[in-house]
T-cell receptor
């Protein structure tokens, strides 16, 4: 079975540009998570969805960040406008939630560099 | 608030040595889950194990073993007879129970521990 798919794998952009990261969760999973990993702050949860509904976005840094999940098989994380401090690896993870904690499986990540 | 502490930031061993990675957690929940993930140099995060707070039995999977002790709030990970392929950053994580609106729980990660196994 395919795992979590993320695209692009690498993104280099200039400050001020819009960046869109994409994620396809594992088929059948109903929870989706966006994380950011930096050397300084480690792994941070940005936002997560259950059954396509955003549950907690308290980790989203600021209004420049937005995430959507229009259907069960697709999610986007958008940064507009991007800034150099947004440079990080962004991971998407999915899980099958049945009323208790289930294992989150991670995608390969998108390495973002904002110049 | 939940917290996970991996006191060791980096360990270097020689192949075939045993190595233990420490993880100490803080939580007020009585029901929670603990996880270990591996991040090899290629960058992906690989799930290793999940443990719930009611199951304190030690777990062994090949060369990997885990020791969960609620009394000391620890969930340590031991690699026996380490190999070069074990070189990676290892993360311990704790679920943060959230019942508002239902749904899956958030994970709180430790800072990670970089293991280097030299031939």
């Amino acid at each position: 079975d395919a795992g979590v798919i993320q695209s692009p794998r690498h993104e280099v952009t200039e400050m001020g540009q819009e960046v869109t990261l994409r994620c396809k969760p594992i088929s059948g999973h109903n929870s989706l998570f966006w994380y950011r990993q930096t050397m300084m702050r480690g792994l941070e949860l940005l936002i997560y969805f259950n059954n396509n509904v955003p549950i907690d976005d308290s980790g989203m840094p600021e209004d420049r960040f937005s995430a959507k999940m229009p259907n069960a098989s697709f999610s986007t994380l958008k940064i507009q406008p991007s800034e150099p401090r947004d440079s990080a690896v962004y991971f998407c993870a999915s899980a099958f939630w049945v009323g208790r904690q289930e294992t989150q499986y991670f995608g390969p990540g998108t390495r973002l560099l904002v110049l | 608030a939940q917290k996970v502490t991996q006191a060791q930031t980096e360990i270097s061993v020689v192949e075939k040595e045993d190595v233990t990675l420490d993880c100490v957690y803080e939580t007020r929940d009585t029901t929670y889950y603990l996880f270990w993930y591996k991040q090899p140099p290629s960058g992906e995060l690989v799930f290793l194990i999940r443990r719930n707070s009611f199951d304190e039995q030690n777990e062994i999977s090949g060369r990997y073993s885990w020791n969960f002790q609620k009394s000391t709030s620890s969930f340590n990970f031991t690699i026996t007879a380490s190999q070069v392929v074990d070189s990676a950053v290892y993360f311990c994580a704790l679920s943060e129970t959230q019942f508002t609106q239902g749904g899956s729980e958030k994970l709180v990660f430790g800072k990670g521990m970089k293991l280097t196994v030299n031939p």
